[in-house]
């Protein structure tokens, strides 16, 4: 004889996809690799700014997938060491990010009006502009890679206002395992050569969150 053990039970689960408009600031820096001179200790962080888009994707509450694509400028200064710290240089980077997220919502309050995302993901950006600055004046850098990738970590907080909009801000941080090198920085700084550097960003942004879909779907576990 078979007996059948298993009951369905149908259970609600929420799904929604939104689109979110942002712009912020962020703070740029750099580690060198292979710092046989100590060129670590005169270098320092530069303040740039972020804006583009992002759409999130809900796909089973509290789950969620987000794909951002925004225009970053930041950058990082340099003193250059052999010169008894009189050459000092600002490099700047224009690129764009494209990462691709996956995190989970935490709901608190009444009604759901407070939200607490972490997210992690995979970063990849590309190079659209360099320059340097340098004793007045700017000098256009060659990046001999035009694409790294960096890993990101995100923390968000969202405000409900009402059941179609919300305002949020987050923080996150970029760090690239990519070197990035420049081909001709001898060309305004004599006899010294690049040694390549690691990039990390810090940044942190404000936006308006539009939800474009939500609705509710049966999900179905077995006993």
């Not at 009189?86 to 995190?103: A, K, R, T, V, W």
């Not at 790294?148 to 305002?167: A, H």
């Not at 939500?214 to 576990?221: C, D, G, H, L, T």
Request: overall charge negative; proline content about 3%; aromatic content about 18%.
């Amino acid at each position: 004889m078979i007996i059948l053990l298993a009951l369905a039970l149908g259970v609600k689960a929420q799904e929604g996809f939104s689109i979110s408009p942002f712009v912020g600031f962020a703070g740029s820096g750099i580690g060198i690799k292979n710092d046989n001179e100590n060129v670590q200790s005169y270098t320092g962080m530069k303040v740039g700014f972020a804006g583009g888009l992002k759409f999130q994707y809900e796909f089973a509450k509290p789950f969620l997938v987000e794909f951002q694509s925004f225009y970053n400028r930041c950058g990082y200064s340099l003193t250059v060491p052999e010169t008894g710290m009189s050459e000092h240089i600002d490099f700047y980077m224009d690129f764009i990010s494209i990462p691709f997220l996956i995190g989970y919502n935490f709901y608190v309050g009444e009604n759901d009006n407070f939200i607490i995302s972490p997210k992690v993901g995979i970063a990849p950006n590309i190079f659209v502009n360099t320059f340097a600055k340098y004793q007045d004046e700017e000098f256009d850098t060659k990046v001999d890679n035009k694409v790294d990738w960096r890993g990101i970590l995100e923390l968000e907080f969202t405000w409900k206002i009402n059941s179609l909009m919300s305002v949020f801000m987050n923080v996150n941080g970029r760090a690239g395992w990519g070197i990035i090198t420049y081909s001709n920085i001898s060309d305004f700084v004599s006899d010294w050569k690049d040694p390549g550097i690691y990039n990390y960003v810090v940044s942190g942004n404000l936006g308006l969150k539009f939800k474009i879909t939500n609705r509710e779907k049966e999900v179905y576990e077995f006993y």
